[in-house]
DNA sequence: CTCAGCATGTAAAAAGTTACATGATTTA
DNA sequence: TAAATCATGTAACTTTTTACATGCTGAG
């Protein structure tokens, strides 16, 4: 009786997503989560040789020495990972979280009282999201190209929506900020 | 000479940042936390206990008997727990991260091939965001009452421009499924 | 040929979660 | 007055980050 594995934490789904794309070394996973779910998910580039430890003592990952001068072990899938992964990515539940030191500090900035800092962070924030949206935007086209494969599109697409609702958040609150700053010079 | 103080983990502010409200128990932190920023940064239950001994043991808050049968403590700031906390608010860095076992698991779903499953996902979140956007709107106009500090109002309209984006990706993104259904169905 | 940066990884420290425990308080 | 739930917290475990180390490879 094997009783049911417990689940992984999710970024181990991510790792193992990876080598659904080919076998490759845990470097190599890093660098392709940087061209693709880094939007959605990241961590610190040491952890996927702690992912990788640990999917291999497990089960769900098995290693091969490459050939060559330097010490390079090539990860892929074993039945049980491939099949852990799949599971995964067909069961409909999903947690997301979002930490956003932004927000917090938002929520916060009547103690702060200091209505120029924040009015300079939201406007540093506002480059950064319009350069990543016209950075998706200019990008979709590539990915919607192939027909075969739609789904990274539709995940850039969130993007692009996310980045849209965000810039509008951020006008409108200067906006509000710019009339709060003006009744104070005005009354004050 | 004393070295400026390593920076505190983010989640240590927004723990110092509910004190700035008042003095409180740990619990109370949580709870709080729970009522304000919990869509914007969260934590297990217990998680607040690790940072209330780390921010005691670092002189950033401190604690006292708080009288009554059962033995509870009252955390506060010191001055210099105020300090940091204050200059964190006032700085305009800000990193935000977002992670979405939702978005991971579009971006591979050409691997698990089941569009069933992921419209079935999508359409449960498409539920769960619109009830969270309706909360938002219903609530809104409270915390916009407030003249006096409308930077909770604030982040509660970054939560109301974040759902409409949300839903509109959903529905596109469902648009775009059942295209693409049909045509396997009329095709295939 | 040397320097910068890429690729590869380890070890120790820190943060965060899970499981457990239990006193107080309300409610049926 | 028993059961449920709130309030409070600890201990053990797991995950994640930080700091370090070092071979390889291409550019100048």
Known sequence: MSRPEKPLPSGDYAFLAMLLLAPMSAYQVKKAMQGSVSHFYSAAHSQVYQQANRLVRDGYVREKEAPGGRRTRI????????????????????????????????????????????QTMLERRREESAAMLAEYEQFLPVLEAAKDNPYPAMTMSAGIHFYRGELAWIDETLAKLGATKRRRSVSG
């Not at 039945?79 to 932004?102: F, I, M, T």
């Open 75 to 118: 990860l892929s899938l074993t039945p049980k990972g491939r099949r852990a992964v799949l599971e995964w990515l067909r069961s409909p539940e999903a947690e997301d979280q979002l930490y956003s030191e932004l927000l917090v500090k938002v929520f916060f900035a009547a103690y702060s009282d200091d209505p120029a800092a924040m």
